[in-house]
């Protein structure tokens, strides 16, 4: 959306972490600018276009008279599934109640006077649920409401933006980002003045790289009721440049029929896996409009478009895009147009270099330090691109993963927050004391960094020596891939060297919840897959190492239905059991047990669970020798 970046958002960080936008900005002057898909930017195809988008109408209602109509609510939707090759990383459906305010974990509300933001707005933006709510059907409402005669003056509205920034396409990936709108249900009458929108910015505006260098994707905007979609990269600099700032690069304006009276599907989609990369924009499932980065300088790309990203919803009124065609608002303009969401989802779709499930993923997880308790060293390996670990802010620091027992690790991706490391190495270990770098990156531009590797360790680490801000290291996810080895290492009571025992043998289960929920789910090595027992006591779980072993470890993957009581069993046979381990006070999670015992089989007997449901294990790992 023209100009409507340059609000330079600076940062500093509140007691808790969370950062807060201090502002301020650039003023642009507005009335001088050609925005994107303006009549003076689209010349050449406004006269075909013309007959595709509203015109006005008379008998336009009184201004402020009643609220802009909205069609119906509909009953929200599951957030779909992930397209096909991609999985889901992050969604909200927006299922509060009635009349309630966003979850500020998850979301943020950029309050504050419109013109701030160097677009020529007139609206206030608060964080008032009268312009900001969840209706309590499944959708997020940012409504626009105007008091007083004077329709230049005394609006307010809403705009709210992620929390997280980790929203990206890794280096030979793809990120989907998406979601279901019905835009303010106004016309060219009665809609003077209104812009809608959805959209991104990249992640190192958080951290003071400026506007329009840090990069900015539209994904929706509309002016003034017409009935359409801009899509639109504003990239290099603030005037002209590659961008050719203030309008950006960008489709124009497109025809999106019955957008105003119903939801329909805006999506973008960030493709690093082709060359030359692109960006594609989406109208329910249809591509409208394709930019190459070889249509843009190389810098200035990389520079805008291959990092993270977060996403913001906003209604604003009045500015230099509205002005563009026609401005407003005016007398005729409706006060209480809604914005109405009904879900935003973040799909990715992996490097293909990037084979089998994330091993560090729940692994236990440690670090030098860590900015508070709000940012420990587990969330960078949790799976949730949303949480991060976060250290104090100074150098080095680094934040260590225990995968349990050697593995040969083939690949990792590291995706930083905005505040990233500038020069860290990877680095692996069998003991956590002896350290050998496997890769080093002195010169971090973008915050994904994905990278082969040829390694075998238990203990993996980020060692960061430079940081990229003043603030901490602080880092989303570090994931890694590979396969168990038999070398040292395993840990646990049996000394010697262990190795992972129970991985793709036959198992067994007092019961399943269902068919999808087998005891094979439990030992196929893939943390996407689950047992899950019958809702009662007691159940178990066993597997059958095909022959007698020294048991020295055990490691309890459980989803959030875990067991707060069990055994750890071993037989021989199959029928007479001996406990090695016993717990009344389980705490779930992910728990690496010392044992010392032998078997050919293995079980974990559970008597008391932690929910109303069954017992449920994502993974049940037996180590020895």
């Known amino acids: 959306m023209s100009i409507r970046g340059t609000r330079l958002r600076l ?39 013309s007959s595709t988008v509203s015109s006005g109408t008379s008998g336009a209602t009184t201004a402020h008279q009643a609220a802009a109509p909205q069609a119906a609510a509909v009953q929200p939707n599951a957030v779909p599934a992930a397209p096909s090759g991609f999985s889901t990383t992050w969604s909200d459906d927006f299922n509060g109640a009635a009349n309630t305010g966003l979850n500020t974990d998850t979301w943020r509300y950029d309050a504050g006077a419109g013109w701030t ?27 626009a409401l105007h008091t007083g005669t004077d329709p230049a003056a005394n609006w307010t509205s809403g705009r709210v933006e992620t929390q997280a920034d980790g929203f990206g396409a890794q280096p030979g990936g793809v990120v989907r980002i998406q979601a279901s709108i019905q835009q303010p249900n106004v016309t060219t009458a009665n809609g003077a003045g209104y812009w809608p929108a959805f959209w991104m910015l990249g992640s190192p505006l958080r951290v003071g790289v400026p506007w329009p260098g840090s990069g900015e994707v539209d994904i929706l905007e509309d002016i003034n009721g017409r009935s359409s979609v801009f899509g639109t990269l504003h990239c290099g600099v603030g005037s002209g440049g590659p961008c050719n700032e203030t309008s950006g690069v ?33 109208l329910d499932g249809a591509n409208f409009f394709t930019l190459n980065s070889n249509q843009v300088d190389a810098t ?37 147009g809604q914005m109405n969401i009904d879900y935003v989802a973040v799909y990715n779709k992996a490097p293909a270099a990037i084979s089998g499930t994330n091993i560090a993923k729940g692994k236990p997880t440690t670090a030098s330090s860590v900015e508070s308790a709000t940012f420990p060293a587990s969330n960078a390996t949790d799976g949730d691109i949303t949480t991060r670990w976060s250290s104090a802010f100074s150098d080095p620091q680094w934040v260590q993963v225990d995968l349990g027992q050697n593995y040969n690790i083939n690949h990792a991706t590291v995706t ?31 915050d994904i960094q994905d990278t082969a590797l040829n390694a075998t360790g238990r203990y993996v680490r980020v060692y960061a020596t430079g940081r990229a801000s003043q603030y901490g290291d602080s880092l989303y996810e570090l994931a890694l891939y590979g396969s168990p080895s038999s070398g040292g290492g395993g840990g646990g009571g ?30 196929d090595g893939n943390t996407g897959t689950r047992w899950s027992s019958a809702f009662t006591d007691p159940q178990w779980l066993q597997v059958d190492l095909g022959a007698t072993h020294t048991i020295s470890q055990v490691v309890l993957n459980w989803e959030a239905a875990y067991g707060t009581a069990f055994q750890i069993q071993t037989s021989a046979n199959g029928t007479t059991w001996t406990s090695v381990y016993s717990t009344t006070n389980a705490t779930g999670g992910v728990q690496t047990i010392p044992v010392t015992g032998s078997g050919r089989y293995v079980r974990l007997y559970g008597t008391a669970r932690s929910t109303q449901y069954g017992y449920s294990l994502w993974e049940f790992q037996v180590f020895g020798t």
């Open 11 to 49: 940062s500093r960080r509140r007691p808790d972490g969370r950062r807060l936008a201090v502002g301020l900005m650039a003023v642009a002057a507005v009335a001088a600018v050609t925005l994107a898909g303006t009549p003076a930017a689209t010349a050449s195809t406004s006269a075909a276009r």
């Open 117 to 143: 933001f160097g677009t020529g707005e007139i609206e206030t933006m608060t964080n008032s649920t009268a312009n900001v709510y969840q209706d309590g059907s499944g959708h997020l409402v940012l409504k």
């Open 250 to 282: 960008g489709s124009g304006e497109r025809a999106c029929s019955g957008c105003q009276t119903g939801y329909h599907t805006y999506a973008v989609e960030v493709d690093r896996s082709t060359s030359p990369e692109q960006i594609r924009w989406y």
């Open 300 to 336: 200035a790309w990389a520079n805008a478009v291959d990092h993270s990203y977060y996403i913001i919803f906003d209604l604003a009124i009045g500015g230099g895009f509205p002005a563009a065609f026609g401005g407003g608002p005016n007398a005729a303009t409706v006060s209480g």
């Open 416 to 446: 930083w927050e905005a505040a990233s490391a500038s020069a860290y190495q990877l680095q692996t270990s069998t003991d956590g004391t002896n350290w050998t770098t496997v890769y080093a990156n002195s010169n971090s531009p973008a």
């Open 494 to 523: 049996g000394g010697g060297t262990t190795t992972l025992l129970s991985q793709g043998k036959t198992a067994t289960a007092s019961s399943s919840e269902n068919a999808g929920f087998a005891a094979a789910n439990a030992v």
